[in-house]
């Protein structure tokens, strides 16, 4: 019996020994990008490869500007990200969805004290199908238009030429405390309020900043620049609007209030109004500039309004498949692409990389989009096009820099 029990610690530590090895070397770290249209995510820690590839949780959620929150209680993350709300828990297969409960695969797993899940199914619930070309990863839109059920209710191919960007997204967290301007790079506190379940931001010194002068009457403010005048009612979503001595009326999609000189909005939709969106930083929330919506011809004449600001070139052209894009600094990418299934243009995605939208446009396989001028005014710019069946040499793509 002597001999019996030192053999069986040598097999149970031989058994543990074994068990690690394989949980540690079974891991590769990959040098791998994931790219979502032209700008990819650089991972740190990186994805790694089991049996499959693996994502840092993390990191894609913050690309898409989602929360995660760790609880303490269950030891689950809670993952909002793309309109889903997602719980997951180390090394477990089992997860929720909006609720739903679904199955990986392959179970999660931490590494570098980073939750990984599967890379294809994650991406595949929010939306996108999955590529590899060499060690890189392509994430693509899936088009439903293209699905068999699509297919069965309609069969004559829709065409949409009038498409508004969608910017919309849930309140802000308690853990933001600063407004930063990136272009200026200046920091404004924030406070904010609660008032019948909605939340409410203070907004004065921000409207000071771009040069609005606020005067309070009673229950009205007015915001002056230059030759335009916008007067807020308290509580109200009208808004009246003076402009070069011509007044008209505007009806607005929140409630306004006035507390002690003090006005206060729902702040995402009051900037998408004034031309802006913004993204999440640890602690503070970005302002960037926004494109408003897009609007194609039968000349293939492209109408985009946008934040007076963002200005445009005539764009770089891409081949493999033939596209155009535009680097558009400081500026948010809106939530969704633009699916246009046209004859020259078939749909326009969107990149996030840090402060700077990168706009793609597919044109369609047999053709490219030549532009002859660009109109700019102080809110749409105008792309004058042609469309050519034999596209000239185009030059490879560039990784962006913000």
């Known amino acids: 019996m002597r001999y019996l029990l030192p053999l069986f610690i040598f097999i149970t530590s031989l058994i543990t020994f074994s068990t690690l090895s394989i949980n540690t070397y079974a891991k590769t770290e990959l040098k791998s990008n994931l790219y979502f249209s032209e700008n990819p995510i650089k991972f740190d820690p990186p994805m790694i490869k089991t049996k499959i590839e693996y994502i840092p949780l993390r990191t894609l959620v913050e690309y898409f500007d989602g929360t995660m929150i760790r609880s303490k209680k269950d030891y689950v993350y809670i993952v909002k990200i793309k309109e889903k709300e997602f719980i997951f828990k180390e090394n477990s297969n089992e997860y929720t969805s909006n609720s739903k409960k679904k199955v990986f695969k392959h179970k999660t797993l931490r590494h570098r004290t980073r939750l990984y899940v599967p890379l294809n199914q994650l991406l595949s619930e929010l939306g996108f199908t999955v590529l590899k070309h060499k060690e890189n990863f392509y994430a693509t839109p899936v088009d439903s238009a293209s699905t068999p059920e699509a297919a069965q209710t309609s069969t004559k191919k829709v065409i949409k030429t009038d498409i508004v960007f969608d910017y919309k997204k849930s309140r802000l967290s308690n853990d933001i405390k600063t407004i930063y301007l990136p272009i200026s790079k200046k920091s404004i506190p924030l406070k904010i309020i609660y008032k019948k379940g909605k939340q409410y931001t203070s907004i004065n010194e921000f409207l000071t900043f771009l040069g609005y002068k606020l005067t309070f009457i009673e229950d009205n403010i007015l915001l002056k620049k230059n030759n335009l005048v916008y007067s807020f009612k308290h509580n109200q979503t009208t808004v009246k609007v003076s402009k070069n001595k011509n007044v008209y009326t505007h009806t607005i999609n929140h409630v306004p209030l006035l507390i002690k000189s003090n006005f206060y909005v729902e702040l995402q939709p009051f900037?998408?109004?004034?031309?802006?969106?913004?993204?999440?930083?640890?602690?503070?929330?970005?302002?960037?500039?926004?494109?408003?919506?897009?609007?194609?011809?039968?000349?293939?004449?492209?109408?985009?309004?946008?934040?007076?600001?963002?200005?445009?070139?005539?764009?770089?052209?891409?081949?493999?498949?033939?596209?155009?894009?535009?680097?558009?600094?400081?500026?948010?990418?809106?939530?969704?692409?633009?699916?246009l299934n046209g004859n020259s243009i078939s749909k326009i995605t969107f990149g996030q990389r840090e402060t700077t939208c990168r706009m793609v446009w597919h044109v369609n396989q047999n053709y490219t989009t030549i532009l002859d001028k660009v109109n700019q005014t102080n809110s749409q710019i105008t792309l004058l096009s042609k469309v050519q069946p034999h596209p000239p040499k185009i030059a490879k793509s560039k990784t962006i820099t913000s």
Do not use: E, M
């Open 271 to 339: 900037l998408n109004d004034l031309g802006f969106d913004y993204k999440y930083s640890k602690n503070k929330i970005i302002i960037l500039k926004k494109l408003h919506s897009i609007k194609v011809t039968k000349d293939n004449t492209v109408l985009i309004q946008k934040n007076s600001k963002i200005k445009l070139t005539n764009g770089t052209p891409l081949g493999n498949p033939n596209r155009l894009f535009w680097d558009l600094k400081f500026t948010k990418c809106p939530n969704k692409d633009a699916i």
